[in-house]
Structure formats: C-alpha cells, structure tokens
C-alpha cells in the first residue's frame, strides 16, 4: 500500500524556518516525482514545488522561489522541503505528492501537517 | 503561468442529478489535465488524468472530455459521497497549476 507520512509542520514566527519531510513507503520510490503543494485554510490547492526522481530537474512556484528548498534522499525514501524567510501568506497545510513522471497528475497525496507562520 | 478557470464556483444538486463542472485553461494544454476530489478535512483524491483517463479505482459514473482550452467533469448520477469540492490541474506546463475549485453542495 501506497503510504505518504508528512511531517514538521508547526507554529513558525514571520522570518523564521521549518523543514517539512514526507517519508514514502509502499513503492519504488527512486522511480517517482514528487511534488509539495499547499492549501491555505479555506482556500484552494497551490502547486508549490517538484523534484523529478534523480534529483535532476527541480522546479518552484513564483510565490517561493528563493525561500523554499525542496529535495529528496532515495536511500531513505523521503522528501523534504526546507522554507526560509517564512511569511504569514505562507500558512497552509503542505501536501506531499507523488507522480509518475514530471510534469504528471498527483496520484497519491499524504494527509497533510501544518504551517502556521504567526507571530 | 497558465491560468485554470473553474466554473461554476458553487453548484447546488440532489441526489441522482447529472452534473458537469468545465474547466478552461488560458492557452492550449492538450490533454494535460487532471480532475480530484476533496472532502473537508482530506487530502485530494485523483478521479481523471490526461483528460479522459479513469484513475483505477474511481466509480464509472465519473467521466472527463475535453482538450484544448475546454474540459468538462460530469458525474452521471450523483450519489451521496460525491458532495465535495472538485479542482482541475493542468501539467501541460513545469509550473502546475489548479483550478480554484468548484463546490458541489446538496440541494
């Protein structure tokens, strides 16, 4: 079974850091993409940020570009996301995400830890 | 960036209705787009990829058409489980992009 386990998020004060990791179980995970993406509270999805499986192509939303960080370690099948200069805008539960190839639909989601940046 | 714009934003049904969410994109994305479902409180589940494609497992009352600009959701007969709110995604390009979601509510 497919599993996707989220986890780092918490209360961050404007300017500060958290790293978010998503530890992957149930298949191959050397053979996906994957991908971050974000729901503030009551708001829609937002794509956030890619990796593909090698590491070779990383790609960021605009809205993160210079401040997030995301990469992922195929021995221990995880994915991380590191967020620097965090801002209130970035509050948000953080999805983890897999796809088959990049770009690719989303076909299996973790549940999800949450970022509040507040001061 | 490609813009996806969902409509309509709410849309109220009763059970058994037939219904069609649309999804345009603002510049062709072939057929790189995905439909999912959320319920409060959830992660999103895929339903359609590629347009047309039925994620394994994902009830045959849920069909998707469409290419282009233009792509349709339609829920054959709607069943209880199905009030939630629905977000298309297109992947044509490396900066994803959602929908902001359609809100399908029990009349």
């Known amino acids: 079974e497919v599993q996707l386990v989220e986890s780092g998020g918490g209360l961050v004060k404007p300017g500060g850091s958290l790293r978010l990791s998503c530890a992957a179980s149930?298949?191959?995970?050397?053979?996906?993409?994957m991908n971050w993406v974000r729901q503030a509270p009551g708001k829609g999805l937002e794509w956030v940020s890619s990796?593909?499986?090698?590491?070779?192509?990383?790609y960021y939303a605009d809205s993160v570009k210079g401040r997030f960080t995301i990469s992922r370690d195929n021995a221990k099948n995880s994915l991380y996301l590191q967020m620097n200069s965090l801002r209130a805008e970035d509050t948000a539960v953080y999805y983890c995400?897999?796809?088959?190839?990049?770009?690719?639909?989303?076909?299996?989601w973790g549940q999800g830890t949450l970022v509040t940046v507040s001061s | 960036d490609i813009q996806m714009t969902q409509s309509p934003s709410t849309l109220s049904a009763s059970v058994g209705d037939r219904v069609t969410i649309t999804c345009r994109a603002s510049?062709?994305?072939?057929?790189?787009l995905a439909w999912y479902q959320q319920k409060p409180g959830k992660a999103p589940k895929l339903l359609i990829y590629?347009?047309?494609s039925l994620e394994s497992g994902v009830p045959s009352r849920f069909s998707g058409s469409g290419s282009g600009t233009e792509f349709t959701l339609t829920i054959s007969s709607l069943q209880p489980d199905d009030f939630a709110t629905y977000y298309c995604?297109?992947?044509?390009?490396?900066?994803?992009?959602f929908g902001q979601g359609t809100r399908l509510e029990i009349k």
């Open positions: 995400a897999r796809s088959g190839s990049y770009p690719g639909a989303f076909d299996y």
């Open positions: 149930g298949f191959t995970f050397s053979s996906y993409s």
């Open positions: 990796i593909s499986s090698s590491s070779s192509y990383i």
């Open positions: 510049q062709s994305i072939s057929s790189w």
């Open positions: 590629k347009a047309s």
């Open positions: 995604q297109q992947y044509n390009s490396y900066l994803i992009t």
